[in-house]
């Protein structure tokens, strides 16, 4: 406990005092097994603004990307009721999802002309969770962007407006024939609203944030009794500036299911637990049974899906996977990356991990049996100095930390 928390205080800037590169304002920490709470620890401030709250495991965060594992369980959740089918055809249930076309490449007259196809293949539920299906957009993809430009999307327009319409690209490949990270689990969200007949955050509170004790779980900015901004970096000095308002829509009509989620450490971790609950068996204190979430933990990339996936990861390491090796061989479960190989002196082959645009990061190790998840709020994403504390705090976890239990 005592190296935790040393190494969480270490890596904020003390009271008073600017960050440098090397420093961030606030973090929190929980690690979890399938029976409770093994460590819950934070440091630092919530805010660059004078009398700042501390940051705790309560401090509840847009969490971005975060909120993927947390729509894959509630999209299983209809699986399991019968109301829905992983390898369904889900175009019938969305329209847009039914007129996509497929982006074939460009035409160089004068200008980027786009050569779209007519897709005729199914598109799954659970491609939509594995980010199989094509899906891609125009921050992450150069393609999309190509295609924007002519086709006058603004994808900014578009998010802050918080409609839908902002996951209206084409698919960068025939569904199933690939991996490209993008608004899969957006689309999975509005598959979970055709399907249950409600609003994503509606079910996701009926199904799993009440049924774990999660509160301020929510899609709604305006029901949270406190909220903590994101802190924007600047990248040559490493001083962070507290933003007056939020970019995010503070109600958007489309909850996204792929990043809309405002949540807390404790909160995620809980869902974190869930899943190691039912792989354990367990019956209360669950939301999915064992054989579901044995089943979200599967590597499901057939072979063309894998070698796409593991040629973006090596092309952007920092960007999917700072935390394994380079020559890590990896696969992708329903909604995370799994690692094929343990990671020396860190987490075991098999486990299952993502993060969020704000910098926070998850893992779930089920050979080991634990979770972790670790929150902050800072952008851009790719912080050296939450890169740096991630790789120490997992390697203190499975050296001294486990040791000592």
Excluded at 66 to 78: N, P, Q, S
Excluded at 237 to 248: A, N
Excluded at 252 to 261: E, F, K, M, V, Y
Excluded at 388 to 401: A, S, V
Aim: aromatic share 8%; glycine share 8%; net charge negative.
């Amino acid at each position: 406990m005592d190296k935790l928390d040393a190494l969480l205080a270490a890596s904020v800037a003390k009271p008073g005092e600017k960050t440098t590169k090397d420093q961030l304002l606030g973090v929190a920490a929980v690690i979890v097994n399938k029976d409770g709470v093994l460590y819950r620890g934070s440091a630092g401030v919530e805010s660059t603004k004078p009398g700042s709250p501390p940051f705790t495991p309560d401090s509840v965060t847009a969490v971005a990307s975060m909120t993927k594992i947390v729509t894959a369980t509630t999209a299983m959740r209809l699986v399991e009721q019968g109301k829905i089918g992983l390898d369904d055809d889900v175009r019938p249930l969305i329209p847009k999802l039914a007129a996509m076309q497929i982006l074939r490449g460009f035409l160089q007259l004068g200008q980027d002309i786009p050569y779209l196809e007519e897709n005729t293949t199914p598109i799954t539920l659970r491609q939509l969770l594995l980010h199989t299906a094509g899906n891609f957009t125009t921050w992450l993809d150069p393609d999309c962007a190509r295609w924007a430009k002519y086709a006058g999307f603004d994808y900014v327009a578009r998010y802050k407006a918080g409609t839908s319409d902002v996951y209206d690209t084409p698919l960068k490949f025939t569904p199933g024939h690939g991996w490209v990270y993008g608004s899969g689990l957006d689309w999975a969200g509005q598959v979970v609203e055709a399907v249950s007949g409600q609003r994503l955050g509606d079910f996701m509170r009926a199904e799993v944030f009440d049924p774990l004790g999660m509160p301020l779980s929510t899609f709604k900015r305006l029901e949270l009794p406190s909220f903590v901004p994101s802190v924007d970096r600047d990248p040559e000095t490493g001083v962070m500036t507290s933003k007056e308002e939020e970019e995010i829509p503070v109600d958007p009509q489309a909850q996204s299911g792929g990043a809309g989620l405002y949540m807390s450490a404790n909160e995620h971790a809980r869902v974190l637990q869930s899943l190691l609950r039912s792989l354990s068996g367990e019956k209360d204190g669950v939301v999915l049974r064992k054989e579901t979430v044995e089943e979200m933990f599967r590597p499901q990339l057939n072979a063309a899906e894998k070698r796409m996936l593991n040629f973006t990861v090596k092309t952007n390491p920092q960007g999917f996977a700072p935390e394994f090796h380079l020559e890590m061989p990896l696969q992708y479960g329903l909604s995370g990356m799994i690692n094929l190989e343990d990671e020396p002196g860190k987490r075991k082959k098999g486990s299952m991990m993502w993060s969020g645009a704000y910098n926070s990061r998850w893992f779930v190790d089920p050979e080991t049996g634990i979770a972790v998840a670790l929150f902050t709020n800072i952008w851009p994403f790719g912080d050296a100095a939450l890169l740096t504390l991630w790789d120490k705090l997992e390697r203190t976890i499975y050296g001294d930390f486990l040791r000592s239990l």
